[in-house]
């Protein structure tokens, strides 16, 4: 797409983003990356073909800025997709703005979140009045959020500060897709779901995350229409994460939460029709029963498992029969009363709903069959797999939490709904993330997203070159680019690999590595991310390094964001993480100067999804380790690795304690998809790094 000079949207992102260029007059301390360039370049030649592009952005292009001045510069309503809310919050509030500003186009943006995420103005009047407070704080938060409801315009709960995420307040304060009322609710003028999706109709570019954008494409697919306005082109930032989050989205479950709402949903509309309470009070106490008596019929299973574990106890089986007796018998009491009140036919809705998913998780398929294991460690168990020889479309699975419990369905692979939907969109799609490719090559992911049939498609050579872009060459056209980071790794980072390791099977395994890291940290002064396989190697690290001379941070002690806050104000911390700090993790400048990986970050083999992956694979002929397991676990180590140098001024030392690097043939394959560390197996080369 040309502007009125005759330049390509390409070569205005380049002049955007370069030396002299609208960018560095309008941002403070912008600096050009070539990387940058090449990216934004990519991003417009996609937009202007409604073509695909995938590209992997190493830590520092700035590859927030390389998208959007293609996007705003386009003209094109752009859907923009990111990992969580809170990346989410801060593309919207603070680089949306800025690069905005920059280019000078009067463009309109919308936020817009899941509606879980917003204030429901009916529930919060049913919630009023009800003593289901479990504490005085929960009083005192829930004032807060009734005085809050009467000045914000926007609804969203991320302006309360302070409210947890897993506040027992959210769910009766917000709606679900079950329980909203839709155009019958008395408070439908004032939706704030609505508001925030009609501003979201009317913009040019959205800022949505991966659960909105997936919870539409599920919507879509039942036929009760889309959330998102339709657009000419979708950004999906942290893209890796999306066939993960596609499975949850496709699939299906049933928790002990929406069973126990179901009932008091029920019995809070009983206040609006006379005489309901004597027919909706007895059955609503026998759902609440049957799901507690769920639990504890659970209670002798292993914390996560498949369904065949699950229905070979008797006890669960029987407590299975009177959940779904309760179920039945509510739909039965509600049903006269539906007429009565939009929020009984509601319930009753909901109550079909749920005895459904009990059925469809329980229904018999075949036989299971025990998974072979792939693993090379002796520590690795094998588990066994909800497998069916006649469709190998989903597992069924649960999972147990400390009160509750998931009952779920789960699809084995997503490529094809995701493909689906960027076909029939006819938009422009980017995939970026600076974790992409395995050794340079994007053949993994791209059949995960559906933008390829498989791996065998893609011709052997196709190893992308730093800042190349590759195209497909077959009927599953897409273009693919690594942008490469503009980081000088020979003076800013060094990678250690102790020597002498036990195997990562071996009992002492974890008492090893504390001890071959002691001389590490002396050297560094503490300022160290130590990331864990396993909860289990991490509290025993914790027993070992305890008392020594740096502040220790141990995940579990404190949420993750107030754990971050106080490693970064120690300025000499030991952080000891697993694998939730792999991600989103952004601790820039001297407070961090080492990050520790204690094993390759193998998936575990308990998993039944996973497990039940591997299974497909090894059933379609292929193999699951090289297929599945370690392009997972090359993702996952960068991920990790990504931790350690955020900006150009940043220096650090990588430790990778797994002996399978350098033992394995497969450990070449991980250390050539990362950055081009300098490498040493002397404990002096580190010491000399930080002197």
């Not at 009734?146 to 302070?162: F, H, I, N, P, Q």
């Not at 020594?548 to 754990?563: M, T, Y």
Request: hydrophobic residues 40%; glycine residues 8%.
């Amino acid at each position: 797409m040309e502007d009125g000079t005759g330049e390509s949207l390409a070569a205005r992102s380049r002049a955007a983003l370069a030396e002299g260029g609208m960018l560095a007059a309008q941002i403070p301390a912008f600096a050009p990356r070539p990387s940058q360039q090449d990216l934004a370049a990519a991003v417009a030649e996609a937009l202007d073909a409604r073509g695909v592009l995938l590209a992997e952005a190493g830590t520092g292009t700035g590859k927030t800025f390389a998208y959007l001045v293609p996007a705003l510069l386009s003209g094109q309503k752009t859907i923009i997709s990111t990992g969580t809310r809170a990346l989410q919050d801060q593309l919207y509030h603070r680089d949306l703005p800025r690069v905005r500003d920059a280019l000078g186009v009067g463009i309109k943006t919308a936020l817009l979140k899941g509606r879980a995420n917003y204030l429901c103005r009916y529930r919060l009047e049913r919630a009023r009045g009800e003593p289901r407070f479990s504490a005085r704080e929960q009083i005192a938060q829930f004032q807060r959020i009734v005085s809050w409801s009467g000045r914000t315009r926007m609804g969203d709960l991320a302006e309360l500060d302070g409210l947890p995420d897993d506040s027992p307040l959210l769910p009766m304060v917000t709606s679900t897709a079950e329980n909203c009322l839709g155009s019958e609710c008395p408070f439908w003028g004032d939706c704030f779901v609505v508001q925030a999706r009609q501003r979201a109709q009317n913009a040019d570019v959205v800022v949505v995350n991966h659960h909105l954008l997936l919870a539409d494409l599920a919507l879509k697919q039942e036929g009760f229409g889309e959330i998102l306005p339709g657009a000419q082109a979708f950004v999906v930032d942290e893209a890796h994460q999306l066939p993960e989050l596609a499975a949850q989205f496709f699939g299906e479950s049933l928790s002990a939460r929406p069973l126990a709402e179901l009932g008091r949903d029920a019995l809070a509309e009983c206040k609006e029709v006379d005489g309901s309470l004597a027919v909706v009070q007895q059955p609503a106490r026998e759902l609440e029963h049957a799901t507690r008596a769920l639990r504890a019929a659970m209670e002798v299973l292993p914390p996560r498992g498949t369904r065949l574990r699950a229905l070979q106890d008797a006890g669960v089986r029987e407590a299975l029969d009177a959940l779904s007796r309760a179920l039945a018998d509510i739909a039965a009491a509600i049903a006269p009363l539906r007429e009565a009140a939009p929020g009984f036919e509601a319930c009753h809705v909901r109550a079909q709903d749920q005895l459904a998913r009990v059925a469809r998780w329980r229904e018999e398929r075949g036989s299971e069959s025990l998974s072979d294991q792939a693993f090379d460690s002796t520590d690795d168990l094998p588990s066994e797999s909800d497998s069916d020889p006649l469709s190998s479309s989903d597992v069924r699975w649960y999972e147990l939490s400390p009160r509750g419990f998931r009952l779920q369905r789960t699809p084995l692979d997503v490529s094809a709904p995701l493909r689906a939907h960027r076909e029939s969109s006819r938009a422009a799609w980017i995939f970026t993330s600076a974790t992409l490719a395995v050794d340079g090559r994007f053949d993994h992911i791209a059949t995960r997203l559906g933008l390829s049939k498989g791996a065998e498609s893609l011709s052997p050579d196709r190893a992308s070159a730093p800042g190349e872009v590759q195209r497909e060459s077959d009927s599953d056209s897409f273009e693919t680019l690594l942008a490469p980071s503009p980081f000088d790794w020979a003076s800013q980072a060094l990678c250690y690999l102790p020597p002498r390791l036990p195997q990562p099977s071996a009992r002492d395994y974890t008492a090893a590595i504390a001890e071959a890291l002691l001389p590490v940290l002396h050297a560094s002064g503490g300022r160290a991310f130590v990331l864990f396989a396993s909860h289990r190697a991490l509290r025993e690290a914790a027993d070992i390094l305890q008392g020594g001379p740096w502040p220790l941070f141990v995940q579990g002690q404190a949420p993750r964001a107030q754990l971050l806050q106080r490693f970064r104000e120690s300025g000499n911390g030991v952080l000891l993480g697993a694998a939730s700090f792999r991600e989103g993790v952004d601790v820039a400048g001297d407070a961090l100067s080492v990050v520790v990986i204690d094993k390759l970050p193998f998936a575990a083999p308990d998993d039944p999804v996973f497990e039940a992956r591997l299974d497909a694979i090894r059933r379609a002929g292929g193999n699951p380790f090289r297929d599945e397991q370690l392009p997972q676990a090359v993702i996952a180590l960068k991920q990790g690795v990504g931790r350690l140098i955020r900006t150009e001024t940043d220096r650090g030392v990588l430790v990778l304690c797994d002996p399978r690097l350098l033992e394995k043939s497969y450990g070449r394959l991980f250390l050539d998809s990362l950055p081009p560390f300098p490498k040493t197996r002397d404990v002096a080369d580190v010491e000399a790094f930080f002197a």
